[in-house]
């Protein structure tokens, strides 16, 4: 018996299937419901229209940077996703680690801790990320964690790949990163609300 005619040429196209990725949902959910609470950490909250406004400012500055379409990008403090949805937002390709266990599950992220990953000899990571065209990190900064974590990340780059990062803006940083910066931009106090820590937003370029 023929197929009804009703149920011909219905294979998914753009006219009748849109994927639902993080990003699509994003934006419905802050159209459709734009304060309610979308990210709970600790004591902060954030709206959908919060997390998505957040989400844009972090892909234009990466796109400033030079972070777009196609770059597989490693962010090692995944967290609760703000900087993996930018990396989305501008087309790359992110590979994430939290050492978080409650947080890894939000952006799929191995729960390990980063200074224990290597990149292998031929370039798998164990399997995961390989060597990368960029990274994007805002580290721990406790004790100068910071500096270990971002000089560890350097370590990922492919030949010119990019690093972004958030540092302490502290004597310690100045004298293990900044020789090592490409662009070193001490940015406004009260950056990160709730706290008086005075911080640096640097590049860096891989290893040659």
């Known amino acids: 018996m023929p197929s009804s005619i009703y149920r011909q040429h219905l294979d998914a196209n753009r006219a009748n299937f849109a994927a639902l990725t993080p990003l699509s949902f994003l934006a419905r959910a802050a159209a ?11 004591d902060r ?3 959908y229209r919060q ?27 995944a967290g609760t996703g703000n900087i993996v949805h930018a990396i ?8 994430t680690v939290e050492i978080d ?21 031929d370039g798998t990571c164990g399997g995961g990320c390989g060597y990368v065209d960029a990274v994007v990190m805002n580290p721990p900064f ?10 560890h990340a350097r370590n990922f780059l492919k030949p010119g790949g990019r690093l972004v990062a958030i ?17 070193w931009e001490e940015l406004p106090a009260g950056t990160f609300d709730g706290t008086g820590v005075r911080a640096v937003l640097l590049t860096m370029r891989g290893p040659s």
Do not use: M, W
């Open 167 to 183: 540092c302490a803006g502290g004597p310690r940083q100045t004298d293990k990163l900044k020789p090592l910066a490409e662009t």
């Open 88 to 95: 989305q937002a501008r087309g790359g390709r992110p590979f």
């Open 32 to 42: 459709v419901y734009p304060e309610r609470t979308a990210v709970i950490h600790g």
């Open 51 to 77: 997390f998505r406004d957040r989400c844009h400012r972090l892909a234009s500055a990466l796109a400033r940077r030079g972070i777009g379409e196609g770059d597989t990008v490693v962010e090692p403090s």
């Open 142 to 151: 406790k004790d100068g964690a910071d500096i270990r974590h971002i000089l």
């Open 101 to 121: 266990n409650r947080l890894a599950p939000l952006t799929a992220a191995r729960c390990t801790d980063f200074l224990e990953l290597r990149p292998d000899d």
């Open 45 to 47: 909250r954030f709206s």
